[in-house]
């Protein structure tokens, strides 16, 4: 059982960063993939970064690569996503989620966290 807390969303101008981050619980965290998503208002919950368990493989949707890097530290059980040069549309709640494989798609990960807002203003 792995438990997942994220923090670190807020209100910040278009063009400015934020830097995600997502605790978990539980020693064996170094065996679990992991990805966030986000969900803006009236969307489908979409792909935004995964690692893999050693953080040696990353991936990122097409919005989001060149701006936002997703790394972990597994001495300390946290993933961190840094958020740069953000735009309005990046506005949404931004969920962690845990799994086996690091995918892009919703329905492989098996544990999440409960969001953190992130609300960019133009």
């Known amino acids: 059982q792995v438990q997942l807390v994220e923090s670190g969303g807020g209100l910040v101008q278009g063009g400015g960063s934020l830097r995600l981050s997502c605790a978990a619980s539980?020693?064996?965290?170094?065996?679990?993939?992991v990805g966030w998503f986000r969900q803006g208002p009236g969307k489908v919950r979409e792909f935004v970064a995964a690692i893999s368990r050693s953080g040696i493989s990353t991936n990122y949707a097409d919005s989001v690569k060149g701006r936002f890097t997703i790394s972990r530290d597994n001495a300390k059980n946290t993933v961190f996503l840094q958020m740069n040069s953000l735009k309005p549309e990046d506005t949404a709640v931004y969920y962690c989620a845990a799994g086996f494989i690091a995918t892009m798609e919703v329905q492989t990960y098996d544990y999440w966290g409960q969001g953190t807002q992130v609300t960019v203003s133009s």
């Open positions: 539980g020693r064996t965290f170094r065996n679990y993939a």
